[in-house]
């Protein structure tokens, strides 16, 4: 199983361009989540999907953020204009969505807007 | 929204040293995960505990969830070099169902030096 797989690893870019970052869940996973990293507030769910419906956007900052699950295979955050304060690690996680079930998590892209 | 507190923030020990770290929060858990995070990886699942007054063990690390299902904590014993990481909680509240998104502590970043 090759895992959750995120890309790019790093992405730099300047403030007011479009940032995309992908995601491909595990394989059989039913629930797929994208968290932001950050020191200052830790790990924030920003939005999450249940065979590929978005579920709850309310941790989505503002309307630059929008997410899509196309198929049970692909996700993308985008965000649209980037500003500097976008810039943390935004980490992609699938699980079997059940009540015990863990997160298994990608190893993050690190975004930096100049 | 359910809010996690960890403490201490930053603990840095010695070698064979024993520690705890604290995770409380006000809201009531369905069940609780603790995640260890190395830099440049998105974090892994360590335990589960779903019982109020579980206890679960992992060769050095004890695993305690709270009575009340509002706390946990986590006890090394012996702590070592490779123990060092942060060390993230994570609640998933009750719900009519479906996947949730699990509600991250900012962690306590252990350095274990030799």
């Known amino acids: 199983d090759a895992g959750v797989i995120q890309s790019p690893r790093h992405e730099v870019t300047e403030m007011g361009q479009e940032v995309t970052l992908r995601c491909k869940p595990i394989?059989?996973?039913?629930?797929l989540f994208w968290y932001r990293q950050t020191m200052m507030r830790g790990l924030e769910l920003l939005i999450y999907?249940?065979?590929?419906?978005?579920?709850?956007d309310s941790g989505m900052p503002e309307d630059r953020f929008s997410a899509k699950m196309p198929n049970a295979s692909f996700s993308t955050l985008k965000i649209q204009p980037s500003e500097p304060r976008d810039s943390a690690v935004y980490f992609c996680?699938?699980?079997?969505?059940?009540?015990?079930?863990?997160?298994?998590f990608g190893n993050g892209t690190r975004l930096t807007v100049t | 929204t359910q809010l996690l507190e960890q403490s201490p923030q930053f603990l840095s020990i010695q070698e064979g040293e024993n520690l705890t770290v604290y995770c409380n929060s006000s809201s009531v858990f369905s069940s609780l995960q603790w995640y260890r995070q190395e830099p440049g990886e998105g974090p892994v699942l360590l335990v589960t505990v779903v019982t109020g007054g579980e206890v679960k063990k992992l060769k050095r690390l004890t695993f305690q969830f709270g009575d009340a299902r509002k706390d946990s904590s986590l006890h090394i014993t012996a702590a070592q070099p490779g123990d060092t990481g942060l060390y993230l909680c994570?609640?998933?509240?009750?719900?009519?169902?479906?996947?949730?998104?699990?509600?991250f502590g900012k962690g306590t970043h252990l350095i274990i030096q030799p």
């Open positions: 996680a699938s699980s079997f969505g059940n009540l015990v079930s863990p997160l298994h």
């Open positions: 394989s059989g996973h039913n629930s």
């Open positions: 994570a609640g998933k509240g009750y719900s009519g169902g479906g996947a949730d998104g699990l509600t």
């Open positions: 999907f249940n065979n590929n419906v978005p579920i709850d």
